[in-house]
């Protein structure tokens, strides 16, 4: 299985720079994900990492780091619309995801 | 629109009732789950199919059951539900290819009184 750790809450201003960390202990890993859901709405997808290193995709990046058990998510430019959960998830081998609780990141004026 | 619709999408209903949320997608894609979601834990897998014709036990399968008799259709069934199974129901479905992207469904909000 997995155990996954992510902060409950975060705020920031717009126009900053906010980074959602996310730790897992895994037994057979393979691949970790990002999702961004607003209230009341169902999550989609932000980005994916299966190897070491940044991935970037406009506004937001994803980093990982298998051997830490470590992957961090970098929203910048930060906008009122990023207001939202952000959820990580890891994979295991048998192709199924498992999710954190999410972090609630919360823009301010 | 492509997609994966899910029905009811709020239900109230009354503790051992029988329950079936239903789940259909139009993407053609093999891979099928059910999570879900409670404030504070997250996104909890119940139930997977890989293909039609076959399932597999998530993290919280007790008291829930589903089947797969063809690729579009994934019905979950409460088959006498409880309070504890208050909860958000997301339905999501991955074509199994290059990152096997999850795309979910807008939820079922189920409330057994």
């Known amino acids: 299985g997995q155990n996954i750790d992510q902060p409950t809450e975060m705020t920031a201003t717009e126009g900053a720079i906010v980074q959602i960390n996310c730790t897992y202990q895994t037994s057979g890993f393979n691949g970790l994900f990002w999702y961004q859901q607003h209230a009341g709405e169902a999550p989609t997808f932000l980005s994916y990492n299966v190897l070491d290193g940044l991935e970037e995709k406009g506004r937001f990046s994803s980093f990982l780091s298998r051997s830490k058990g470590y992957s961090y998510l970098l929203l910048k430019e930060l906008q009122m619309k990023d207001s939202a959960s952000y959820l990580c998830?890891?994979?295991?081998?048998?192709?199924?995801?498992?999710f954190g609780a999410g972090t609630t990141v919360t823009v301010r004026a | 629109i492509a997609g994966i619709t899910q029905a009811p999408t709020s239900q109230i209903l009354a503790a051992g009732r029988r329950m079936t949320l239903r789940c259909t997608q139009d993407?053609?894609?093999?891979?099928m789950y059910w999570y879900r979601q409670d404030l504070g834990l997250g996104l909890r897998l119940i139930h997977y199919s890989n293909t039609a014709g076959t399932t597999g036990k998530g993290e919280v399968p007790d008291g829930y059951s589903v089947s797969r008799a063809n690729t579009d259709d994934f019905p979950l069934t409460l088959a006498s539900a409880v309070p504890s199974q208050t909860s958000v129901y997301f339905c999501?479905?991955?074509?199994?290819?290059?990152?096997?992207?999850?795309?979910f469904g807008a939820g079922s909000r189920l409330t057994v009184l």
């Open positions: 993407m053609r894609h093999n891979a």
């Open positions: 998830a890891v994979r295991d081998r048998d192709y199924k995801l498992s």
């Open positions: 999501a479905s991955s074509d199994g290819t290059g990152a096997n992207v999850l795309t």
